[in-house]
């Protein structure tokens, strides 16, 4: 299957700073990326889609003021958590995709504990 | 609406027992339906999927599952369960109201604890 690597696995930053996680597609250029936030034992809640050179596309209650997505490349986007905050401490998972394929692979998730 | 269902929150099976976990769906058309398997602390690694043909859709690391369309089922099976399979399961089905690949709708997962 194909490769989607995220980084980073884990980070831990001080209240009002901002965090960047990028996720790369390896083998494969991914003209669509995801973004999701997984609560501990709970299911995926996507936040936002984005498509290579152009603008993300953000779930209904998702600030995209506050989750900045980039997706400047076909192998690489970005999210930054901007002036983080204790409540955006979660786990933070991307996955990849292309019009030839029918699944999508995911990252290993970023562990962001905001203190 | 899409929805994906799982109904258990938790499966317990003993090592070496079949296990099912399982998953219900409602989709319009018909569905593209995936399972995929997380670790604590990892993504989600894919096991199989379904597109279309044979009901019995075989995968990763000896599960398999199958296509129901009358029960809008696709349980994920496994004859002979391992201690290293527990884990969380999660069955998606991709959104076809999204033009984007990959657009998945996931159901809330459902733990696996084999028992040695």
């Known amino acids: 299957g194909a490769v989607v690597s995220q980084h980073p696995s884990w980070v831990i930053c001080k209240s009002g700073t901002s965090v960047k996680i990028e996720c790369r597609s390896l083998?494969?250029?991914?003209?669509?990326m995801f973004w999701y936030r997984q609560f501990p034992k709970q299911s995926l809640m996507l936040m936002a889609t984005?498509?290579?050179?152009?603008?993300?596309?953000?779930e209904q209650g998702v600030e995209k003021d506050k989750f900045l997505i980039n997706h400047a490349s076909l192998t690489l986007s970005t999210l930054t958590v901007t002036s983080a905050h204790p409540e955006d401490s979660s786990f933070y998972i991307c996955s990849a995709s292309s019009p030839g394929r029918t699944e999508a692979f995911f990252g290993q998730g970023t562990r962001l504990t905001v203190v | 609406a899409q929805s994906v269902a799982q109904p258990e929150d938790q499966v317990n099976v003993a090592e070496g027992n079949p296990l099912t976990v399982k998953c219900t769906y409602s989709?319009?058309?018909?569905?593209?339906l995936f399972w995929y398997v997380q670790y604590p602390n990892r993504g989600l690694q894919f096991l199989l999927k379904y597109i279309t043909g044979d009901n019995l859709v075989k995968g990763s690391y000896g599960f398999e599952a199958e296509f129901n369309k009358s029960q809008t089922s696709f349980h994920l099976k496994k004859p002979s369960a391992l201690v290293s399979d527990s884990a969380l399961y999660f069955c998606a089905v991709r959104d076809k109201g999204s033009s984007n690949t990959g657009k998945l709708i996931f159901g809330q997962g459902t733990t696996l604890q084999v028992k040695p």
């Open positions: 989709v319009s058309g018909n569905p593209y």
């Open positions: 083998d494969f250029q991914a003209t669509t």
């Open positions: 984005s498509n290579e050179g152009s603008k993300a596309t953000y």
